[in-house]
């Protein structure tokens, strides 16, 4: 390391520990989605919007990291915070907030009711298994899943999800702006980020749950979850549960790879498709026109690349690629080696849109004109090119880095896996360059990504810890690149033969 990427590793450290996080009863809970402007006069801390307060998805990184330092106990702190703020209302049992902030003592968390255009977010929920396993498989720390608040956690939160509704299809129905994207940018219906992170999230209650079938009967707990019902007590693993929320990932691992997944191959059988069809055994079942599908594509996808397109909906298909969602379905394995083999031949085959001076754009293309004007509604933060409308995030490289190097290792293909590492490695020194002396801006503007994001938040924590992950897992130990993996479907005994 030479003096100046210490210095600068030096400098995120110091601002993500000293800055960035924040106390709750005495123990440090989680950081700040960006580090507030500090007045020179009397030392006031000013934030910006809701910038101030502690957001379940900016805190993956956080928590990921903390777990790589070994800091146990504050991962610890955050689940059981955000645990305790899971909502018991009748209309939103089971949801996780979207952030949480302390007000005049008390904790408040923001479900949608205070967000700006009241949107809520469905990812919060689904990200919290994942970290909660995460945390018990780094930290050891198995009796934390088989406490009986975390598994009737889990049990609300799967009521919410496995539930009957007025769909058959596995995918979960949100509305426009129900995660990271969280403005309205036609990401309602059933977007890929959500359905990845459903798998994950399904596959890691999964795995909570087994531990508690496996250790409650000795540690003979007892689930108060059927007091309030007045229901018979029952042992805390359940495995019924455990059962249907495994076929259920198995379901949707299906219906995903069946309907999400492009390559050159699967775009010529689309256009071919018959339409007006009726019936169980069909072929076109979302009755797509050959319209539908734009003509990027052709050169996007090359003859070898693959990826999840953004959304399946009737008759409306969104072939956007959207990074998140994709690095996720590689890192949850939900697409096989196979096809992130060709997701990162993607990537690096259109560098220049994904990466080009600024990782990661968060979708590709943008929509413009008449799309923008309607299906936004004139939204001057998401313009195109801008901010979530396919703009660039550099938060998001720590996701492709752990999602390439898990596959690096048990590639068949060292020429890719080498094209991809030089892609890494340049892509991190461009960051230690730039990042810094743009202050660690959330997001940046333009096709190439070079400019500051117009209303970015500048020292945004998961700006400066989504580049200490890249470091760590390029320079410091590239093992960490498994942090996310969750239980496979295979490792269940349960399903074994019908996977
Ligand atoms: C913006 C982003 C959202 C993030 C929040 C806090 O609203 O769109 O993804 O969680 O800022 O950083």
Not at 63 to 69: P, R, T, V
Request: proline residues 6%.
């Amino acid at each position: 390391m030479d003096n100046y990427e210490e210095l600068v590793i030096q400098s995120a450290k110091n601002l993500f520990h000293e800055r960035a996080l924040v106390q709750l009863d005495g123990m440090v809970v989680g950081a700040v989605a960006a580090i507030p402007k500090t007045s020179r006069d009397d030392e006031v801390h000013q934030h910006d919007l809701n910038y101030g307060e502690i957001f379940i998805r900016d805190n993956v990184p956080v928590m990921a990291y903390l777990l790589i330092e070994g800091k146990y106990e504050v991962v610890r702190h955050f689940l059981d915070t955000c645990l305790k703020l899971q909502s018991n209302e009748p209309r939103t049992r089971g949801i996780f907030p979207t952030s949480f902030v302390e007000l005049n003592g008390h904790v408040v968390g923001d479900y949608g009711q205070r967000a700006i255009g009241r949107v809520i977010s469905v990812d919060a929920t689904l990200w919290w298994p994942i970290l909660a396993y995460t945390y018990v498989q780094r930290s050891g720390d198995r009796a934390f899943a088989s406490q009986p608040q975390v598994q009737v956690g889990l049990e609300k939160m799967l009521d919410l999800l496995l539930r009957s509704g007025f769909r058959d299809a596995p995918t979960l129905f949100v509305p426009d702006g129900a995660f990271m994207i969280d403005r309205p940018l036609d990401v309602w219906g059933t977007p890929l980020e959500i359905q990845s992170l459903l798998y994950g999230a399904l596959l890691s209650a999964a795995g909570l749950l087994q531990i508690a079938c496996a250790d409650a009967p000795e540690a003979g707990l007892r689930s108060p979850s059927a007091d309030s019902d007045g229901a018979a007590k029952r042992p805390a693993g359940n495995p019924e549960l455990l059962h249907q929320t495994l076929q259920y990932a198995q379901r949707l691992r299906r219906y995903v790879l069946r309907h999400y997944w492009v390559n050159s191959k699967t775009v010529q059988v689309l256009r071919r498709r018959p339409t007006e069809q009726y019936g169980d055994d069909i072929e076109n079942e979302y009755n797509i026109q050959t319209e539908t599908i734009p003509h990027w594509l052709q050169d996007w996808l090359g003859d070898r690349g693959g990826y999840l397109i953004g959304n399946i909906r009737t008759g409306r298909p969104d072939f956007r690629f959207f990074t998140l969602g994709n690095c996720l379905g590689a890192i949850f394995d939900l697409i096989s080696p196979n096809e992130q083999q060709d997701l990162f031949r993607l990537i690096l085959q259109n560098r220049n849109d994904l990466v080009a001076q600024m990782p990661l754009r968060i979708c590709h293309p943008p929509l413009d004109d008449e799309e923008w004007r309607k299906k936004t509604g004139y939204d001057r933060k998401n313009l195109p090119w801008c901010y979530h409308n396919a703009g660039h995030w550099p938060c998001l490289l720590w996701f492709l880095t752990a999602a390439v190097l898990r596959q690096n290792e048990r590639s068949h293909d060292p020429e890719l896996a080498a094209a991809l590492e030089e892609m890494l490695e340049s892509t991190y020194q461009n960051l230690l360059r730039n990042l810094p002396r743009q202050d660690w801006a959330e997001y940046f503007d333009g096709p190439t990504g070079t400019w500051m994001g117009q209303q970015a938040r500048t020292y945004q924590t998961w700006t400066i810890v989504g580049f200490l992950l890249v470091h760590h897992l390029l320079k410091v130990n590239p093992e960490d690149a498994t942090i996310l993996n969750v239980p496979s479907l295979k490792s269940f005994q349960l399903v074994e033969e019908e996977v």
